[in-house]
């Protein structure tokens, strides 16, 4: 996942206030953190890997200035890794310049990558984001015809803000799989991947940037334009709503943390269990370890400890750092000892967290342990901007029920039903991507899935 923000102000510090959208939207890309900013058409950029708070200093801060800024924070799915591949990303090309920040994954990057090159476009990175800067910088029409352009040339998932010609620019994919909302701040725009974004500087939410909808923020106010038709209802990730997206946020109306604690409730009707206590995993499994503790009238605990300063095992891109992390980030409390115990996460993706967190409870004189998941079985790979591309890597790809707790050592496991997920989310299955737990994606996919693929071949 990322983390995109945009600001357009005459009269505020864009800066400051992207730098501190950024700090909302820190749990989507924890890899690299930028800000672009636009001062009377002037492009200036710092982009570093690290945490927003590591990349960004007062004194950085005090360097952007400009009336015009976008940000981003950056958890790689297509490119590794490294200081290139950081945004926003700045194109310089025969039109315009542009600097860009996305969120999504393309699934047609190679095709247009090989397109641009033969047109003499050199590519700088190893990401397919740079294919987006390049279609815009490239084409001749006006600013907004120019992206209107290259929406239609992409396929895949794209919430995208840029930096060009004096103007802010925000577009999201025909089927919205990743979030982008509007908001204002008085009479300034701003745009984010989430409403807490808007929430924490102060702006009032607007609506959602519409699937296949162009907005452009310039000094005549803000403009929009149906770009690419929408796809059917659409199709929002339903993945950020039981993992992603923070609990205080609002997706497609729906306030995120109220629709995990009815997850919860829903899988202590679908799953009930006899036992002591209800542990969280924290921080994303808590709201439906709330809904789980209350349906089933077990006492909740907090039972397992976190440590804040470490980040989330899932989106760090290296195997042996997410074990490492695992190890770090959490410690049982005493009164687990001789307890049954209901722990409730909102997903079990490779497995490794699990199996670790349910031998340190035993270790730590658990009676029982019974695992209850406020999802279905994660079975197929995303290619729309989640980093579990291979099927391999899926512990319960191809694999029953009885084989995951067997895997990970639990006294039993139990999933919420797609139905019970459905209901929860209150969203109709047609306006919602459901692939990983279905395999059924709304459309076509990529033969080379892996992230790397852009990357040159070792010496």
């Given amino acids: 996942m990322c983390g995109v923000f945009g600001v357009r102000s005459a009269e505020r510090d864009v800066a400051r206030l992207t730098y501190f959208g950024l700090h909302a939207l820190q749990h989507r890309g924890q890899e690299s953190a ?3 900013v636009s001062d009377r058409g002037r492009l200036t950029v710092l982009r570093e890997m690290g945490l927003v708070t590591q990349v960004f200093s007062e ?21 590794g890794a490294r200081w290139a591949n950081a945004q926003p990303i700045v194109h310089h090309g025969a039109q315009r310049t542009v600097a ?49 352009g290259a929406m239609r040339r992409l396929e895949g998932a794209y919430s995208v ?20 909302c509007l908001g204002r701040l ?3 725009w701003v745009v984010a991947s989430e409403t807490c974004a808007l929430d924490l500087v102060g702006a009032e939410l607007v609506r959602e940037v519409a699937p296949g909808e162009l907005v452009v923020a310039g000094p005549g106010g803000l403009d929009s334009r149906q770009a690419v038709a929408q796809a059917g209802g659409g199709a929002l990730c339903i993945f950020e709503f039981f993992y992603l997206a923070r609990p205080d946020s609002r997706l497609a109306g729906v306030e995120v943390h109220g629709a995990r604690v009815r997850m919860g409730e829903r899988l202590a009707a679908e799953a009930p269990v006899d036992a002591d206590l209800v542990l969280p995993i924290p921080d994303s499994g808590t709201p439906a370890a709330i809904g789980f503790a209350r349906a089933s009238g077990i006492p909740f605990s907090e039972g397992l400890i976190k440590n804040r300063y470490v980040g989330r095992t899932f989106i760090q891109p290296d195997q042996g750092l ?3 992390g695992i190890r770090m980030k959490y410690n049982p409390l005493d009164e687990l000892a001789g307890r049954r115990l209901v722990i409730v996460d909102d997903t079990i993706v490779r497995g ?44 319960a790809a191809g694999q029953t029920v009885e084989d995951v707790r067997d895997a990970i050592g639990a006294t039993s496991l139990a999933y919420l039903s797609l139905e019970g997920l459905q209901d929860a989310v209150q969203r109709p299955e047609d306006t919602v991507c459901r692939a990983c737990l279905t395999r059924q994606y709304p459309t076509r996919v990529p033969i080379d899935t892996s992230k790397l693929r852009f990357e040159p071949a070792p010496a």
């Fill in 352 to 395: 490794n967290t699990m199996r670790q967190l349910v031998a340190m409870l035993f270790e730590a004189g658990a009676a029982e342990v019974h695992v209850r998941i406020s999802s279905a079985p994660i079975v197929g790979p995303c290619f729309y901007g989640i980093d579990f591309a291979g099927e391999e890597e899926l512990i």
């Fill in 322 to 324: 997410r074990e490492q």
């Fill in 161 to 180: 803000v840029v930096l060009a010609e004096h103007r802010l620019v925000a577009f999201r994919d025909p089927h919205g799989f990743r979030p982008l």
């Fill in 59 to 79: 004194q950085k801060l005090r360097g952007l200035h400009g009336e015009l800024a976008i940000g981003h924070t950056r958890y790689s799915t297509t490119g």
């Fill in 34 to 36: 930028g800000i672009a």
């Fill in 186 to 188: 008085d009479d300034d």
């Fill in 100 to 148: 860009l920040g996305h969120n999504g994954n393309l699934v047609n990057a190679g095709e247009l990558r090989a397109e641009l090159a033969e047109r003499g476009v050199a590519a700088r990175t190893t990401s397919d984001t740079e294919v987006i800067a390049a279609l815009i910088a490239s084409d001749p029409a006006p600013l907004a015809d120019a992206v209107a």
